[in-house]
């Protein structure tokens, strides 16, 4: 087993054989890191990542909620599943979409389940708000 992620998590207890683990594969790891929540695990060994940002907005001196969502990698040993709050690490490209592999889960997030009802709520209201919230991570956008 090799210590080949070049960041300083717990290596988690399980061991697996995927090549594009940072643990006991061969992927390493670099550039930006990030915390979210696990949206879906439904794909095998990808997940779907989210998190909330801020943005800031000079005319109104204050902040818009932005929302990022990431594709990552999800090896075997994490296991992360859906509602589990995880750390991702920037990755060479996986796939097309996939750049980013989940390094460590932090646990099952608290009130994820009412955060996706209450989601869900207001897309039957709005259901047009909720396409603009595809986004790109970071790299502010201005409207
Ligand atoms: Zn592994």
Known sequence: MSENTGIGVT???KKCNDANCPFHGQLKCHGRVFEGT??????????????DRKHYLP???GYEKRRTRIKAHNPECLDAREGDHVRIS?????????HFVVIENLGKERGFEEKL?????AKVKSPKKELKEEESPDEG???
Not at 38 to 51: G, K
């Open 141 to 143: 956008k201005r409207k």
């Open 117 to 121: 009802e209450a989601r869900e709520e």
């Open 11 to 13: 290596p988690p207890k």
């Open 90 to 98: 920037e990755c060479r490209p996986l796939s097309k979409t996939k």
């Open 59 to 61: 005319k109104y001196e």
């Open 38 to 51: 696990v949206i879906s695990a439904r794909m095998t060994r990808t997940v779907n990542v989210e998190w």
